[in-house]
């Protein structure tokens, strides 16, 4: 289950950034920077906890945009299962919480592993764009995917 992280978590956050092998294609950022946008009206930090252990974190960002942006992701060891749980909890919270009609992101074109994890969860691609520089595979989800999605695993 998906929990509100605080302050009281930015060092957690920040160890999850600096995983091995994270720094190719998840953001970092520093403390105070982790601190504004926690301060944010328009941003949310969900976290996934494993024990007493941050497993992974989400940064929503554009919060009362019709479509959030899911700005980061980042899970404490990759391979584990924990990416896909943490998405999908994601995605419930934000279809059973909000208004929201989508859930966006954009992710490298290098990054195959997360662009496969994304279309499993039912994520199209719908464009690219230059983002810091760099070419980005732009992904959403919308809200009757998510319900058709849902419906289907119940049966």
């Not at 007493?52 to 980061?72: K, Y």
């Amino acid at each position: 289950m998906l929990s509100p992280l605080t302050p009281g978590d930015i060092a957690e956050i920040m160890r999850l950034e600096r995983g091995p092998g994270y720094e190719a294609f998840v953001g970092r950022w520093e403390a105070d920077e982790h601190a504004a946008e926690m301060a944010s009206p328009d941003a949310r930090y969900l976290g996934l906890r494993e024990a007493d252990r941050l497993a992974g974190f989400v940064i929503l960002q554009e919060f009362r945009e019709p479509t959030i942006l899911l700005r980061r992701i980042a899970v404490d060891e990759a391979g584990r299962g924990v990416g896909g749980r943490l998405l999908r909890a994601l995605m419930d919270w934000v279809f059973e919480t909000t208004p929201a009609e989508g859930l966006r992101l954009d992710v490298l074109p290098a990054n195959a592993r997360a662009r496969r994890a994304y279309s499993r969860e039912g994520f199209t691609e719908y464009g690219e764009a230059e983002i810091h520089g760099l070419p980005h595979i732009l992904m959403s989800v919308s809200r009757a995917r998510w319900v058709e999605m849902r419906a289907s695993e119940a049966r």
